[in-house]
């Protein structure tokens, strides 16, 4: 079965402190990854997605990710957290090419990043 | 800045009342989105519109009726609706829709059924 896993519920970090944020998923192929933010009140943000190539993407407000492709992960990292990242952050994986329902997006259910001061 | 733009922010209707809610973008996108997202949890897609055509339903009840009026525009029309329908509702769009892999959501209508 296809899933995304997302382990970590709630983390909590210290402005300045470094940030990684778990994402592992189930899928027959290599799927496209992707990482999206959403702030309080606020719509989602699409923050990088992964396709092709260089395994290390980089993506807006600082962030970047890994695939790693024998752990079926693609986890979020940040070296230095700021006070206005605090936001629930979703991992979700898709199929690169397909028809119907097969095309839709399959998401985490999501990480809740507190930042204190 | 917020290039999906949705109105109305907040909306709380009874639920004999009929209402619309309404999404815009324009950055020549051809695949509009329809999610709902309960409170702290991933949004659930309800329907995609290509090319103004609607390409997806996720069997959504038929008091929530999508309407695409032209390549900009999407709207939401509701009629009675179930206090369970109370949700954000957000807008997305994507350059297409090979994949439904929204590119940018709007900030969403927040929607109280009395």
């Known amino acids: 079965a296809q899933s995304v896993t997302q382990p970590d519920i709630h983390i909590t970090v210290s402005e300045g402190a470094s940030l990684e944020l778990r994402c592992n998923y189930s899928y027959g192929a290599t799927p496209y990854l992707f990482w999206y933010v959403q702030s309080p009140g606020q719509g989602l943000q699409l923050l990088l997605k992964y396709f092709s190539g260089d395994t290390l993407v980089q993506g807006i407000k600082g962030f970047e990710a890994e695939f790693k492709r024998s752990q079926s992960s693609f986890n979020l990292r940040k070296p230095s957290v700021h006070w206005s990242d605090a936001a629930e952050y979703f991992c979700a994986v898709g199929p690169p090419s397909g028809a119907g329902n097969n095309r839709k997006l399959i998401w985490g259910l999501g990480t809740s990043l507190a930042v204190n001061p | 800045d917020t290039e999906v733009t949705q109105t109305p922010k907040h909306l709380v209707m009874g639920m004999t009342n009929k209402k619309s809610l309404k999404c815009e973008q324009h950055?020549?996108?051809?695949?509009m989105y329809w999610y709902k997202q309960k409170a702290k949890k991933p949004p659930e897609l309800m329907f995609v519109y290509s090319y103004e055509k609607l390409s997806i339903n996720e069997s959504v009840p038929s008091r929530f009726s999508p309407e695409c009026p032209n390549s900009s525009l999407l709207n939401l029309h509701l009629h009675a609706l179930q206090p369970e329908d109370s949700a954000l509702y957000l807008c997305a769009s994507s350059q297409d829709d090979r994949a439904v892999q929204p590119q940018h959501f709007g900030d969403g209508t927040r929607l109280s059924i009395l």
């Open positions: 950055m020549g996108h051809r695949a």
